[in-house]
């Protein structure tokens, strides 16, 4: 197999608080390591680019994702009469929380 398969086979979740670890290290490393001014330019002038691509990828391919994955679900219905009133609350509550949380989420990210 390749070099990082036993990667993979760990669970999602263990693989993302290992990251959030390893990220919190490194700040914390990095910021009494180098001092606090110190660490602050060097984010901003080494690591900053891979906070604006992680933004600019979910703009280009999140919220078009979740926008065309909806449509196509409605699409795939066929009759929208089948739907119903309870349909249509349940996708407009979708849709808000979507709008919403897309909004929080490039908000708090451009902070």
Known sequence: GTGM???FKIDLWKRVIA??????ALGLGL???MGA???G????NRIEWAGDLFLRLIR???VPLIFFTLVSGIIAMGDPKR????GVR???TYFGTTAIAVTLGLIMATI
Do not use: D, K, P, Q
Not at 19 to 24: E, S, T
Not at 41 to 44: D, G, L, T, V, Y
């Open 41 to 44: 330019e060097f984010a901003e």
């Open 90 to 92: 349940t996708l407009a």
């Open 83 to 86: 739907l119903g009133s309870l």
């Open 19 to 24: 990251a959030l670890v390893l990220g919190l």
């Open 60 to 62: 280009m391919l999140i």
């Open 5 to 7: 398969s036993w990667w």
């Open 31 to 33: 910021r009494y390591g």
């Open 37 to 39: 001014e110190a660490a």
